[in-house]
């Protein structure tokens, strides 16, 4: 079945470094999407990619998706403590009916 | 607030116990799912109902058992648990299966077996 896989496990920077998590498939994925988690919290979606080489920005986060829709990237410019948490991504193939989520990397940021 | 609701948020059960969580949503979409949330272990998607049907049973053990009477309330009742079971557990909703929207997570119920 399909399975999604995400490195890093964890990364710690510390506040005003970059931040980049990424996201592989083992089969070509019809869509992706990314939730970030915060401690205690519920998973909130912050984007859905589509089309094989999109690039989506959300203020400080990039969002990528691969040429040839296997994998993703997000990276986060300048981190704040705001960006705790783990992030997901999630994706569907073109057999499947239910988005499949990556284990999450989990970020901390060091004041 | 997202618009999907579980309660309770916290549930300390005993392995002999029968109890049931409660998620509502009251976004007017149609389909609805169960995850389960371990530590050091991805999202495991348990159920899926769509319209009403469920459409998916990931192997789920037969001691959780869903319920969706209407498309914006999902149950998930317990009995029997063992203390493995002891998870964060996670009720969703989205538009529909199939139509590649995002899914909105309740709050999630915390769970302890002991």
């Known amino acids: 079945g399909q399975q999604v896989m995400q490195i890093p496990q964890y990364q710690h920077v510390q506040e005003g470094e970059d931040f980049t998590t990424y996201c592989n498939s083992s089969t070509t994925l019809s869509n992706i999407q990314w939730y970030k988690q915060r401690p205690g919290g519920h998973p909130v979606f912050l984007i859905q990619l589509v089309k094989s080489g999109e690039v989506k920005k959300q203020k400080r986060l990039t969002f990528q998706f691969g040429e040839a829709k296997k994998n993703s990237s997000l990276h986060i410019t300048a981190t704040q403590t705001t960006d705790v948490g783990t992030y997901f991504c999630a994706g569907i193939d073109n057999y499947g009916q239910n988005f499949v989520f990556g284990p999450g990397t989990r970020l901390s940021v060091l004041p | 607030e997202t618009g999907v609701t579980q309660t309770p948020r916290h549930l300390v059960m005993g392995m002999t116990n029968k109890k049931s969580l409660k998620c509502e949503q009251h976004l007017g979409h149609n389909a609805m799912y169960w995850y389960k949330q371990s530590a050091k272990k991805p999202l495991e998607l348990m159920f899926v109902?769509?319209?009403?049907?469920?459409?998916e049973n990931n192997s789920v053990p037969s001691r959780f058992s869903p319920e969706c009477p209407n498309s914006s309330h999902l149950f998930l009742h317990l009995h029997t648990l063992q203390p493995e079971d002891s998870a964060l557990y996670l009720c969703?909703?989205?538009?529909?299966?199939?139509?590649?929207?995002?899914?909105?997570f309740g709050q999630g119920t915390r769970l302890t077996v002991v």
């Open positions: 109902y769509n319209f009403k049907e469920q459409t």
């Open positions: 969703a909703s989205s538009q529909a299966v199939l139509a590649n929207t995002e899914a909105f």
